[in-house]
């Protein structure tokens, strides 16, 4: 039974919004950061957003493609992982990962969403957005 588990893709119309749910109940190690990563057809997986554990907070970092429309947040009761997309564009289809695992503090930005520094991950879910 896979650990992470997306949901909350579909199609949607551009300017439209989704909001995608990592399911993290039954992960059971460790992790610094839970990332979202995207891959469309033809295409690498590319890091969307990452939010990580911090002592003065959660740390949150953007691909520059989606800041100011996508949000990340994560609730640790629910050990869920969120991502709003606001504001979508057809550039912004494609399936869509949870990733867990991420560099410690102290990395360059890119580290966080680099698809490299994360271990497990979800099936993904798909999101197709149209003119």
């Known amino acids: 039974q896979a650990q992470l588990m997306e949901s909350g893709g579909g199609p949607v119309q551009a300017g439209g919004s989704l909001r995608l749910s990592c399911d993290a109940s039954r992960y059971t190690y460790s992790r610094n950061c839970m990332g979202w990563f995207r891959q469309a057809p033809g295409s690498e997986r590319e890091g969307v957003a990452s939010i990580c554990t911090a002592l003065g907070g959660d740390r949150v970092y953007y691909a520059d493609s989606v800041k100011g429309r996508f949000t990340t947040s994560q609730s640790y009761a629910e050990n869920k992982v969120y991502l709003q997309m606001d504001n979508l564009k057809p550039a912004d289809t494609g399936s869509y990962y949870c990733?867990?695992?991420?560099?410690?503090?102290?990395?360059?930005?890119?580290?966080?969403?680099?698809?490299?520094?994360?271990?497990?991950w979800g099936q993904g879910t798909q999101v197709t957005v149209s003119d």
């Open positions: 990733a867990a695992g991420g560099p410690g503090s102290g990395r360059s930005y890119g580290d966080y969403l680099n698809r490299s520094e994360y271990t497990y």
